[in-house]
């Protein structure tokens, strides 16, 4: 089975700390996705990569950056937490000309 | 670029009753589609998708959906839900003839089953 775990499941942090949310998958997929879930807004792409040290803008990256040194491992990062970035954060992989999407179980984040 | 619209965002509906979940989509050039259940707690898992062919896709647990080009929509339906049918889903479409996989996914509809 495809498994893509993340490192939370919830998370606190307080206004403009840095945070790290690590997502890691073991199906050997050369794609990784950043989304963020809210109420009435479904899933937006944040960051997404197509392999080791690459990346692209999805199509909300501000606030964001991302960093992916091996292929299994595609982390987000927060570089000063805002209270707007409250939210769940959800990864996901594939491999190339697959339709699928592996989804993790999300990572809900709370910044006060 | 794609845009997918999902009308109901909440769908109460009793227990063995037959559902219908809508989903209509816009986009310039050919995509494919897809429809993801999100339950309690849990990341998205692909229920079903439509890539070519048949216009009558058949997912996981019952579910099936019809694309209708003309009206550019791709709805879900079950005949008879159960209680863990309760669950977010997501109308999903990406654009055909890309190199990349990038998803524009509608805001969701919450199914709500009650016995």
């Given amino acids: 089975d495809v498994k893509v775990t993340q490192s939370s499941r919830y998370l606190v942090k307080r206004t403009g700390e840095k945070v790290f949310l690590e997502c890691v ?3 050997d997929h050369e794609n990784m996705f950043w989304y963020r879930q809210d109420p009435g807004l479904g899933l937006r792409l944040i960051y997404f990569s197509y392999d080791v040290k690459m990346k692209e803008k999805g199509d909300i990256p501000e606030g964001y950056s991302v960093s992916r040194e091996k292929k299994e491992r595609f982390s987000l990062i927060l570089e000063s937490a805002s209270t707007n970035q409250t939210s769940m954060y959800l ?3 594939s491999s190339p000309g697959a339709h699928e999407q592996y989804f993790g179980p999300g990572t809900r984040l709370t910044v006060t | 670029a794609q ?10 509906v009793f227990e063995e009753a037959p559902v219908e979940l809508r989903c ?6 050919s995509v494919y589609l897809f429809w993801y259940v999100q339950y309690p707690n849990q990341g998205l898992q692909l229920l079903l998708k439509y890539l070519s062919g048949s216009t009558l896709v058949k997912g996981i ?10 009206q550019t929509s791709f709805h879900l339906r079950k005949p008879s839900v159960h209680i863990s049918d309760t669950a977010e889903y997501f109308c999903a479409v990406r654009a055909k003839n890309t190199g ?9 509809t919450r199914l709500l089953v009650s016995p």
């Fill in chain 1, 91 to 93: 990864c996901a992989s």
């Fill in chain 2, 24 to 29: 209509n989509y816009s986009s310039s050039v």
């Fill in chain 2, 3 to 12: 845009s997918v619209t999902q009308l109901d965002s909440q769908v109460p």
């Fill in chain 1, 25 to 27: 998958q073991d199906m």
């Fill in chain 2, 100 to 108: 990349f996989q990038k998803l524009v996914f509608g805001t969701g």
């Fill in chain 2, 61 to 70: 647990n019952g579910f099936e959906a019809e694309f209708n080009k003309s």
